[in-house]
């Protein structure tokens, strides 16, 4: 009996040690990043005074603990556990192609970063990155570092405008809101989650069913909720305090401190409070202000903190085959619409519109409405209002009931008494994107309706109807939503009620409407060097435009206008228009990494924006239909809304 009972531990033991050399062994294989963000730090150890900012308090900004401590206790951690870690920059977030060499990127307390950083770490994890953002980050903008002697305006959230948006474009991967920055005095941080593998492996490694953070003195900490319906699970909560400075905001055990979120192709740990503070590091190193990478005093739970943090990172970085798809996803609707003549003499148009977020990513625009003319010239003043979040929510039990993911208003057009009579279009629009940002890619309508306005001839009234779609196109067409939107944008245009869907698209016309969907105004100064066309031809300004905007190239020194449109020159036309990011493992049959526009393909694959066909091909020389070009430049409009 000894002997079998002998046996069986050695059995365990062999199967034990060789769980442990194939985790091991897998961790020193992944490529780990973490990021030394040199702003964070110069940020940490400033100081700045209080005051008023347009009728706002601004508290004092006080020199913070050493950012860079953080920092080198995660790669010291993840060093001593076995993990393949490296230093990052700020210089290497400037890449998506840099940071796409990592299986996983480690964030402690990196609060400092630009609108493109954030939208690079964005596109990383939509890729399949994995990632771990401990205690926040991107909250402060990098590009308006505040400087000796002002005050620091990062915590009004001046360049996002709205709580919904908090982290600008990088909100979406934590698909969450943030509710507000919370003091809690002797708070505990545990887990009710025992299902998801992060906290069934951190409990199993542990031998015990929670973990137990405890923090007796005072400290900060995010609380952020989930959107219903959305990805992120709480995997650590806020479970007990004894002090909290928001009695109204905050209940015990509701808010998460942790939580493990799925979002395009990679997996993201979001972490609200300071984990880091509970780890004890025993290493020499370049430690500041005389840390020693010691845990601080007043905290408790060291090896439960450095468990946890470990299976976070094993979670992120495990090659994976999930996809929680980013769904862009709004709809825009009018009524009430209604016409007359006022007694000032001017024709007056009104209505009511609303916009609603129905998919899984905040949103952000401005709403717009235009009367035009049959030439497309714009009648009246028309009528703009920025909307600065719409979020991904649709409960009315929300977070703290402040998530707006609907928004309706009544507005009124005036125009002049001697409007002429005949038939304008109302075009109802959004323009996704921040209301200061001014590059071309980050500011351009995504969907819009369209209603017709009719005068008769000597009547003071006119009717109102919905636009008519083309007559080629039903509802059973594959293309149909595609093509009527883009037809509401004002980007397609069809002839005698017809669209033409299969008909062949030509480079002119392919570039025509990538300008239009960009929003970009023909230059009629733009030039081109094209031996097959000169100044004054038809399609000479947009093509040469096209070409200023690298959405269409030369081809051995010709421009063949009226040539058909490859797919390998639409991947081109889209990825370079809308600057779009995508990195692919996935390589064509037809498409090898020679190709001109293997990056450009990969790109559209990458986000979605195509699939190739059943047996692995592109078939990059293909020709391109105008219903194939509609569907592929509504769902960039989709794809890349910021």
């Not at 600008?168 to 009710?192: K, M, P, Q, Y």
């Not at 509970?278 to 500041?288: F, G, H, L, P, T």
């Not at 929680?324 to 709809?331: D, E, G, K, V, W």
């Not at 035009?372 to 039990?397: C, F, K, M, S, W």
């Amino acid at each position: 009996m000894k002997k079998i009972f002998f046996s069986l531990l050695a059995t365990c033991a062999f199967l034990l040690v060789t769980e442990l050399s194939s985790s091991q062994a897998q961790a020193a294989t992944q490529r780990i990043g973490v990021v030394f963000s040199e702003s964070s730090e110069k940020y940490a150890n400033t100081t700045h005074p209080g005051g008023i900012y347009q009728g706002q308090t601004v508290s004092p900004k006080v020199d913070y603990s050493s950012t860079y401590n953080k920092e080198l206790k995660a790669y010291l951690l993840y060093q001593q556990q076995g993990f393949n870690v490296e230093k990052i920059y700020e210089k290497d977030l400037n890449s998506l192609e840099a940071l796409s060499q990592y299986d996983a990127i480690v964030f402690p307390y990196t609060v400092m970063m630009n609108h493109q950083q954030r939208e690079n770490v964005k596109m990383y994890v939509r890729n399949g990155g994995g990632a771990i953002f401990a205690f926040q980050t991107a909250r402060n903008e990098a590009t308006k570092f505040p400087k000796a002697g002002q005050m620091d305006l990062s915590p009004l959230i001046y360049d996002v405008d709205s709580w919904v948006m908090e982290w600008d474009n990088l909100t979406e991967v934590f698909n969450a809101r943030f509710i507000d920055d919370v003091v809690l005095g002797n708070a505990t941080v545990s887990n009710t989650n025992t299902v998801h593998p992060i906290m069934q492996n951190a409990t199993k490694e542990l031998g015990k069913s929670k973990l137990n953070l405890t923090k007796t003195d005072q400290e900060w900490v995010e609380i952020i909720k989930p959107w219903q319906g959305g990805s992120a699970t709480p995997i650590l909560y806020f479970s007990d305090y004894d002090y909290t400075s928001k009695p109204q905001t905050m209940k015990k055990n509701e808010f998460g401190a942790a939580h493990a979120i799925e979002y395009g192709k990679g997996r993201v740990v979001q972490i609200g409070f300071k984990i880091f503070d509970y780890i004890n590091i025993d290493a020499k190193a370049d430690w500041q202000d005389n840390e020693n990478g010691v845990a601080y005093t007043t905290t408790r739970g060291d090896n439960d903190a450095k468990v946890f943090m470990k299976h976070a990172l094993k979670w992120t970085a495990e090659n994976h085959k999930g996809n929680t798809p980013r769904r862009y996803n709004l709809s825009l609707y009018s009524d009430g619409v209604q016409s007359y003549v006022a007694p000032s003499g001017q024709f007056v148009f009104y209505s009511t519109v609303t916009v609603k977020n129905n998919g899984n990513v905040p949103a952000r625009g401005t709403l717009k409405v235009e009367i035009l003319d049959t030439n497309g010239y714009v009648v009246g003043q028309g009528h703009e209002r920025y909307i600065p979040g719409l979020a991904a929510d649709a409960t009315t039990d929300n977070a703290d009931r402040k998530d707006i993911s609907t928004h309706s208003e009544k507005y009124q057009i005036f125009m002049p008494g001697n409007l002429a009579a005949g038939t304008y279009t109302i075009r109802t629009s959004f323009i996704e994107g921040r209301d200061d940002r001014k590059n071309v890619d980050e500011k351009f309508a995504t969907i819009a309706e369209i209603k017709t306005l009719t005068r008769p001839k000597g009547s003071n009234k006119a009717t109102i109807a919905v636009a008519s779609m083309f007559q080629d196109i039903t509802t059973s067409n594959s293309g149909y939503y595609d093509v009527k939107n883009l037809q509401a944008l004002g980007i397609i245009n069809g002839s005698n009620g017809k669209f033409n869907p299969q008909g062949t698209l030509t480079r002119m016309q392919a570039t025509e409407m990538v300008l239009l969907a960009l929003g970009i105004t023909t230059s009629s100064s733009a030039s081109m060097k094209a031996r097959d066309a000169k100044p004054g031809d038809y399609g000479y300004a947009q093509l040469a435009t096209g070409i200023r905007y690298g959405i269409i190239s030369l081809e051995n020194g010709k421009i063949n206008a009226h040539q058909p449109m490859t797919r390998a020159d639409m991947a081109h036309a889209l990825v370079n228009g809308f600057k779009l990011q995508g990195f692919s493992t996935n390589t064509f049959s037809d498409v090898p990494p020679s190709h001109t526009y293997y990056k450009d393909i990969q790109a559209l694959y990458a986000l979605g924006i195509t699939t190739g066909y059943a047996d692995n091909s592109f078939k990059p020389s293909g020709t391109v239909t105008r219903q194939n070009f509609a569907q592929f430049v509504n769902r960039t409009l989709y794809a890349n809304a910021k």
